[in-house]
């Protein structure tokens, strides 16, 4: 029936609460086309994780500081498509697996691979030049 379809649509706290979540959906899409995420270290401004996926169902959550601080030490490129191709499956490699392309997310839970740590005087150095 359309005339009760219109007015659930009109309802007025429905329209405000979905109204707040479309802007701050915008701003969200705003700021990150300001300064999208391009590398591990702009992972870690947004403090955000790092989800790595196999195909053989290996999963490994990172905290971004250290997976930044990882690729740092080797004098890896950590943009995210390098990141990607370098991440390695140890239980595809253990198995002797042929190796196949990680999938890379950014995630919101907690890490569940331990890496060393930036220390915090590496931190902020990095944080002066890029700034
Ligand atoms: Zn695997």
Sequence with gaps: M??????R???PSESLASMFQFC???EA????????????????????????????????IFDPHALWY????????DRLPAVRKRMRCLQCY???R???LATLELADVDHTR??????????????????
């Excluded at 990882?70 to 490129?77: A, D, T």
Aim: aromatic share 6%.
């Design 2 to 7: 359309p005339s009760q379809i219109h007015r």
């Design 9 to 11: 649509h009109l309802a």
């Design 24 to 26: 701050s959906r915008l």
């Design 29 to 60: 899409m705003a700021r990150e086309l300001v300064n999208p995420i391009s590398d591990l270290f702009d992972v870690a401004c947004r403090h955000h994780t790092v989800k790595v996926s196999c195909q053989c169902g290996n999963v490994g």
């Design 70 to 77: 990882l690729f740092e030490r080797k004098g890896w490129n």
């Design 94 to 96: 253990y198995a002797k």
């Design 98 to 100: 042929k190796r196949t």
């Design 114 to 131: 331990q890496l060393p740590m930036p220390d915090i005087v590496e931190w902020k150095r990095q944080l002066r030049r890029r700034r």
